[in-house]
């Protein structure tokens, strides 16, 4: 079992930026990848980014390639998104989620309770 929780979330201006923790406990958590997904009021959960076991490789949506960067510290459990130049539409909750590589929510073993992403105009 792998308990996972976000936070970092806030209320930021258009053009500013955040960054997202996602801290784990029980074991392995080096064994999963990790995704960070969003989801905005009335709109489907959508991939956001992805990082391997290793955070060799990655994946961004690219929605916001080249503005998110994902990153993991295995020594420390953790998980981030550094998230610039953030927009009024990256307003969502943004969750966390440990698993196989992939871009697909439902196949995400465990998930974290989701942290409040807003930006203003």
């Known amino acids: 079992q792998v308990q996972l929780v976000e936070s970092g979330g806030g209320l930021v201006q258009a053009g500013g930026s955040l960054r997202l923790s996602c801290a784990a406990s029980g074991h392995s958590f080096s064994s999963y990848a990790v995704g960070w997904f969003r989801q905005a009021p009335g709109k489907e959960r959508e991939i956001v980014a992805v990082i391997t076991r290793t955070g060799s490789s990655t994946y961004y949506a690219d929605s916001v390639k080249g503005r998110f960067t994902i990153s993991r510290d295995n020594a420390k459990n953790t998980v981030y998104l550094q998230m610039n130049s953030l927009k009024p539409e990256d307003t969502a909750v943004y969750y966390c989620?440990?698993?196989?590589?992939?871009?697909?929510?439902?196949?995400?073993?465990?998930w974290g309770q989701g942290t409040q992403v807003t930006v203003s105009s």
């Open positions: 989620a440990a698993g196989g590589w992939s871009t697909v929510a439902a196949t995400y073993d465990y």
